[in-house]
């Protein structure tokens, strides 16, 4: 009989670095830095942690199922989707260099403080994204993005509405076989593991790549008919090329496993959501920058993600991000077919 591994922590072999003193690292690196974006990132991992728990715990504590109440985007909530966001508030909103916090769930932002009282970065956040399917163990996750409380042009746009290539940072956590806090400040993509045994995040990852290419697309093949021709096209060829299909319905489960084992996700515009159903400030924003921090692209079909002009909190965006060949395979069809609903004839 072979001898069995001893199972060892990874600190055993490796250096025990928790997340906020990676972030405490990646600081120094920065030398105007003054520490403040620790203590987000710290409150952040406290939610996550929080979440996690509550996550867990669901059906014992009868926490499962429908509010009883839809969000702002006619969705109907789930009892976790309010609790989450009011968890993420607690956490965030005693710290004081927070001007706004904007979630899914709220159809106006919290505006905390402006910058002459402190107020220096904006957060914008999906507390639990892909929660129905809580109800069947699928992992879930919660999404984030930083921005600088900047004034912008026009003065009359609110600072919480930059495009995403003004992030500082971006990230989520994915609670599912284990609690994952993926982030990047900028400087590559890094990935943490809640280890409840002493109840911290520890990293496990640093700089991580996403596979150039990889025969793998990620995309809900039941509206097909709906999708405008360039995807049709694209699916037509990906069937004949030797690609498979995997789709879990839960934005930061199909990405994480994008981002770890390449792939492509795509989310196109649709009869019933003409510009995609993906939220562009607090979903695809953040997803596209941690793709592109760690090699991959991010095109909402015409443009890169990160470049598309935000004029509102909610606005959608389709989306096809992940691996760069993969992505490169899907707007390769863009050259002769539509990537979008070119007139009304298309749409219902
Ligand atoms: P569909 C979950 O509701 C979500 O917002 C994302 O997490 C997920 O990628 C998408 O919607 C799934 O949408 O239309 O395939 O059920």
Excluded at 3 to 11: E, K, T, V, W
Excluded at 125 to 140: A, K, Q, W
Excluded at 273 to 296: F, S, W
Aim: proline share 4%.
């Amino acid at each position: 009989m072979p001898d069995i591994p001893a199972i060892q922590p990874r600190y055993t072999r490796d250096n025990l670095t928790s997340l906020q003193s990676y972030i405490l690292n990646e600081e120094q690196k920065h030398p105007e830095a003054t520490g403040e974006f620790s203590w987000i990132m710290s409150a952040i991992a406290l939610a996550g942690k929080t979440i996690g728990n509550k996550v867990r715990r669901a059906r014992i504590e009868d926490v499962l199922g429908a509010h009883g109440d839809t969000n702002v985007h006619g969705e109907e909530q789930q009892k976790l989707d309010v609790i989450a966001n009011e968890i993420i508030m607690r956490c965030l909103g005693d710290r004081a260099n927070i001007a706004v916090l904007a979630s899914e769930e709220d159809e106006q932002p919290k505006v905390l403080r402006d910058r002459s009282e402190g107020g220096r970065y904006c957060v914008l956040f999906d507390p639990l994204d892909g929660s129905s399917n809580l109800d069947v163990s699928v992992g879930v996750g919660t999404i984030f993005s930083i921005l600088r409380n900047e004034r912008r042009k026009p003065r009359d746009i609110p600072h919480y509405l930059q495009p995403g290539n003004r992030q500082v940072a971006a990230g989520y956590i994915l609670y599912g076989s284990s609690t994952v806090f993926v982030v990047t400040t900028g400087n590559g993509v890094s990935m943490f593991v809640l280890d409840q045994s002493i109840g911290a995040f520890v990293l496990v990852e640093e700089n991580i790549r996403i596979p150039k290419a990889k025969k793998v697309y990620s995309i809900n093949e039941a509206y097909r008919d709906d999708f405008p021709r360039g995807y049709i096209e694209y699916l037509k060829w990906a069937h004949t090329a030797g690609y498979s299909s995997r789709y879990i319905g839960s934005f930061v489960a199909d990405l994480h496993r994008s981002l770890l084992k390449g792939g492509v996700f795509l989310y196109p515009p649709t009869r019933t959501h003409t510009d995609g159903k993906l939220r562009l400030v607090y979903e695809a924003n953040p997803m596209a920058m941690i793709i592109e921090q760690a090699g991959g692209k991010a095109v909402s079909g015409l443009q890169r993600i990160q470049d598309i002009r935000t004029t509102a909190l909610h606005q959608r965006t389709s989306v096809v991000i992940g691996s760069p060949d993969e992505v490169d395979a899907v707007t390769k069809f863009f050259d002769a077919y539509s990537a979008t609903f070119e007139d009304a004839a298309e749409a219902v």
